[in-house]
């Protein structure tokens, strides 16, 4: 099945092979799991692949989804260090992490579950930093969407970014593919920042460094095929994968923010 539309850059580039001026991809494969690296270098590039200048990283996670033995602690340990490489940060700069999405609508919900298990910290910093010494200032927000608040995203986000002063942001939301065989089967990680809605024509003010100032780091997971004609085609079991999409995130997230810990750890603190 073909849609019309991608939010993934690995979606974009030649398929027998070729190279495209401007932009540098490999790939590589890592505790089992593909990796398409994808650097877009210049206006040039950014022009052939239709993706603005930065880095892509698209897991496939194909062993991961099918719950294959130990596909859950290293799936989180691989996007946990792809996350370091985008979004490095010092060891006490505060983060905001921001689910983006209709919670009531399933396939627009990989945010709103990622929020859900992602490890809030800020205030446990503030008022015990002794015992979290650990930890990172870490704080947490969904921010629903336009036809149920009134407001944009970034509007939301921006808000909070004067309340906490982050020195990155977290940005995590569901995906158009291309093509069926991606649906809840990989994870684009990239340092550009998101526009939520363009992978269905429903482009929304941009959530970007240069929109908010300060590095931002956008994770998503496409969840529908735009199949032209107004149709939207999403899995059978969406329902599922989008829960195990956001776990999976959150965990990742948690390990990547708080340096030291594990799954293990984390299933504690989460509960």
């Known amino acids: 099945m073909v849609g019309c539309r991608t939010d993934l ?12 001026e401007g932009v540098i991809s490999r790939q590589y494969a890592r505790d089992g799991f593909a990796v398409t ?19 892509y990283l698209t897991v496939d996670l194909d062993s991961f ?7 859950f602690p290293k799936a989180v340990e691989l996007l946990a260090a792809c996350m370091g490489q985008l979004l490095p940060l010092g060891p006490d700069d505060s983060v905001l992490v921001a689910g983006l999405g209709n919670p009531s609508i399933t396939p627009d919900a990989v945010g709103p579950e990622t929020a859900a298990v992602t490890l809030a910290t800020r205030h446990l910093k503030s008022q015990m930093p002794e015992d ?8 947490v927000c969904q921010t629903g969407v336009l036809g149920t608040t009134g407001m944009e995203s970034a509007e939301l986000i ?3 970014q004067g309340a906490v002063s982050p020195a990155a942001v977290v940005v995590v939301d569901a995906l158009a593919a291309r093509s069926s065989e991606k649906l809840c089967r ?33 994770v998503g997971v496409p969840t529908v095929v735009d199949a032209g004609g107004g149709l939207i085609v999403t899995p059978r ?8 999409a956001g776990k999976l995130i959150a965990y990742a997230l948690n390990m990547d923010l708080h340096q030291g810990l594990t799954v293990s750890d984390i299933d504690m603190f989460v509960g």
């Open 132 to 139: 979290f010494a650990m930890f990172r200032p870490v704080s």
């Open 65 to 71: 989804f099918r719950r294959e033995e130990d596909s």
């Open 158 to 160: 921006r808000a909070v």
């Open 186 to 218: 990989t994870v684009q990680l990239t340092d550009t920042g998101i526009v939520p809605g363009s992978g269905v024509g429903n482009d929304r003010a941009e959530l970007s460094p240069r929109n908010l100032g300060v590095p931002v780091l956008a």
């Open 237 to 244: 079991d969406i329902d599922k994968y989008v829960k195990d």
């Open 37 to 55: 690296d994808v650097e877009v270098l210049n206006e040039a590039g950014s022009s052939a692949l239709c993706k603005p200048i930065g880095r």
């Open 9 to 20: 850059a690995a979606e974009e580039l030649p398929q027998n092979g070729g190279a495209l």
